[in-house]
């Protein structure tokens, strides 16, 4: 059951990350030259240009992904268990936990794409309050919240 709940795990990594490249390269078509960023009174974030925007994000989700990928990577072939370690217990909790934080992974990269897809709708429609789109947020907010709680719970259950 592990086996295919890691490939599921997998299988959303993959989609999470290609949703994140689709939603900036969204952003980058359909906003204007400049981003007004929450109407912001700090100066530079009043005039960022959008291809800032996007090579900026893109350099952050690269670098985060190919960070937290290489954690992973580590953490599944390390080898020796410890009965006393709650990230080593045993084969068992060691699949179950490189399962979780494949999901959080993915979590983590949802929540990105609904922070760019907010921040290109309130950018291409021009909207008067940044309260209207709020919801895009939130719902990938509670997605990584509800990755993150799987998480805790399999770090405590023993």
């Given at each position: 059951m592990n086996e295919i709940n890691l490939r599921i795990a997998n299988f959303l990594k993959l989609v999470s990350m290609i949703m994140v490249i689709v939603s900036l390269l969204y952003m980058y078509a359909y906003t204007s030259e400049n981003i007004s960023l929450l109407n912001s009174s700090v100066d530079w974030l009043k005039g960022l240009s959008k291809s800032h925007v996007f090579y900026i994000g893109l350099a952050l989700f690269a670098v985060f992904n190919l960070l937290m990928h290489g954690a992973l990577n580590l953490y599944k072939s390390a080898e020796g268990y410890d009965e006393s370690s709650i990230l080593f217990k045993n084969a068992g909790k060691k699949?179950?936990?490189?399962?979780?934080?494949?999901?959080?992974?993915?979590?983590?990269?949802?929540?990105?794409t609904s922070v760019i897809i907010y921040i290109a709708m309130i950018s291409i429609?021009?909207?008067?309050?940044n309260t209207d789109y709020l919801s895009i947020p939130f719902i990938g907010m509670l997605v990584l919240l509800g990755f993150?709680?799987?998480?805790?719970?399999?770090?405590?259950?023993k």
């Open positions: 699949a179950t936990l490189a399962m979780r934080f494949t999901f959080l992974l993915a979590g983590i990269n949802i929540f990105f429609n021009e909207v008067k309050s993150l709680i799987g998480l805790i719970v399999t770090l405590i259950k």
